[in-house]
């Protein structure tokens, strides 16, 4: 008898045990755990977007300062819960003023969507601000930032490189960038746009370590 109820008890056991292990299972498909984050974007690295690099797994953007057009310190934490794409440019960039009306087609294509925010930040310095803020100006509708100090071309995987663009989703993640000039008026750009607006709240991060 005591040796029919161990058996019974371990059978038990062995179903709760595979239970628990499909309930976790099936929790991970449901959230992407344990997925790698760059494999709903990277299928975009083709076309006009061909040079997208796409990190492993998606972290934190940097936190360094820049300022808004009326000297406010700004962060790109401060815009968490858009998508944003970050371009980074200055006046003496070439490809940098070319490829500006392809963003400010982009911004358009969006409108007055909430969720979506192109962001140029020039990293022209103090004495050439105001040469920035007209070029910009004649870029509509795209807002004017600043980085004078030359921060935050080093702080991604361009390191320096312009134009450097940088795709952040909603949890204020960095999910791709590209450096070098691009077509961001097409439908390849829209196409990353899109899947990363279509995305939940939450996607996984890195893990700590």
Known sequence: MGSSKKTVWAGVAA???AAVAAAAWFYAQQTGAG????????RFATGELAELAIPDAAEAATDHPFLARDGTGTRLSDFRGKVVVVNLWATWCAPCLAEMPTLAALSRHYGDNPEVLVLPVSVDVVD????AVAFIDSQPPL???????????FAFEGRGGMPQTILLDREGRVRATLTGGADWSGPDARALVDALLAEPAGMPSKPED
Not at 35 to 42: A, E, F, H, I, Q
């Open 15 to 17: 179903l709760a045990v």
């Open 35 to 42: 997925k790698d984050s760059g494999d709903d974007v990277r």
């Open 128 to 131: 050439q601000r105001e040469k």
């Open 143 to 153: 807002p004017f930032y600043n980085d004078p100090a030359f921060q935050l071309p």
